[in-house]
Nanobody, 114 residues
Framework: QVQLVESGGGLVQAGGSLRLSCAAS????????MGWYRQEPGKQRELVAY??????YYTDSVKGRFTISRDNAKNAVYLQMNSLKPEDSAVYYC?????????WGQGTQVTVSS
């Protein structure tokens, strides 16, 4: 089984920065794609950023502000979030795709005050 544990959320003023971390445990490999989603109350969960063994993806609204990275030795993925905006406020979830199986963390709250 795979477990994902996020950390690093919190309250920050607009323009500030936060770094989210996700530690993965279980039967995983560096070829498993990992990423971050976010969800606001009453809205669908949306993809924020993703990283595979050879590429990264960002949703348009975070390009140039967020950076996803991965440490395969630690089975961890990170999301550096700079120039945060109030509209970035959401619960952020770590995700891992292994074959046809999706794994999720418990989520970490990010709140950006204006």
């Amino acid at each position: 089984q795979v477990q994902l544990v996020e950390s690093g959320g919190g309250l920050v003023q607009a323009g500030g920065s936060l770094r989210l971390s996700c530690a993965a445990s279980g039967s995983i490999s560096s070829s498993n794609a990992m990423g971050w989603y976010r969800q606001e109350p009453g809205k669908q969960r949306e993809l924020v950023a993703y990283i595979t063994s050879g590429s990264t993806y960002y949703t348009d609204s975070v390009k140039g502000r967020f950076t996803i990275s991965r440490d395969n030795a630690k089975n961890a993925v990170y999301l550096q979030m700079n120039s945060l905006k109030p509209e970035d406020s959401a619960v952020y979830y770590c995700h891992l795709l292994r074959g046809f199986n999706n794994y999720w963390g418990q989520g970490t709250q990010v709140t950006v005050s204006s």
